[in-house]
DNA sequence: CAGAATCCGCATGGATACTG
DNA sequence: CAGTATCCATGCGGATTCTG
């Protein structure tokens, strides 16, 4: 196996194990880092993960079996696309059916705590799609302030 | 340079141009696939970055040096803090400021852009954070069925 | 202090071939 | 169809060294 998941079971001390919702306006960002070895930083890059999110984004809508999913990310390979379902699979986001027939059907559903990442990649999505623009002038204006400072040299 | 990113200022035939609000209940997902030469997928990856989050997510609360982002986000090295924070402000979410002071003096803030983030990105980790235990029990659940059909086998 | 530049290991991920 | 297994290119990102 490729990834360096350790299988150690350390799901480290928790600072606030309730609901989540608990925490106050400014809880600790540094946690982020601190906790490294544990599992936030390690959960925040699978779900924030390029096909992941695509993943997860098409499985909202409806069960897909693995061609269906092949065919509507297109331009995700074979094998990207069974490493990402087996780790959302292992995360308990994603369910997978198998069905013992002769030509073989697996279906992809989201699970109820994957369904709640709906809220949250949508909003992700869509301050992207809505502020694109603005990021392309910027892009344009950072760059032509660049090739101006380098001919200034 | 390492960066691929093409200077095309091709920002393609946006299908949605408005506040982005619009678009209904089903827009369609595969767009962000389909406009994989253009800004989306492109721009969604560079924000759900690992060190962008980080250090997005600090400059949310105050103004910082670049000395003081790379002692808070930590893990990180001076190249990478360098690499993020110049993709940062090239996208118009990050503000650098120099002082031309003899021990060199600058400084990073997010832009108004930036801010708008806010929202989105404590939604994700908020998330994470809520669901963590979930997933370390969905993910020991999962390694034991595999070491047990294994076994089985 | 804030970076730029260079070298380089190693994981990410594509292409291909094989299987149940 | 739905994978697994292998090989291999590239690029991400760490460590180090050198400037203004």
Request: contains cysteine; hydrophobic residues 30%.
């Amino acid at each position: 196996m490729e990834e360096g998941t350790s299988k150690s079971p350390s799901h480290c001390a928790d600072t606030d194990t309730g609901t989540g919702t608990g925490a106050g306006p400014d809880y600790d960002i540094s946690q982020w880092d601190v906790r490294e070895g544990c599992e936030v930083r390690q959960i925040l890059d699978r779900v924030a993960d390029k096909w992941s999110l695509l993943a997860i984004a098409h499985l909202e809508r409806r069960t897909l079996r693995f061609s269906e999913l092949r065919r509507l990310i297109e331009g995700i390979s074979q094998r990207m696309l069974t490493v990402t379902l087996r780790q959302l699979e292992r995360d308990g986001l994603v369910r997978r059916t198998v069905y013992p027939v002769v030509p073989p059907r697996v279906e992809y559903e989201l699970t109820e705590l994957g369904a709640t990442l709906h809220t949250t990649i949508r909003s992700l999505v869509d301050w992207t799609e809505s502020h694109q623009q603005e990021i392309a002038k910027a892009r344009s204006d950072y760059d032509a302030r660049q090739s101006q400072e380098v001919s200034a040299s």
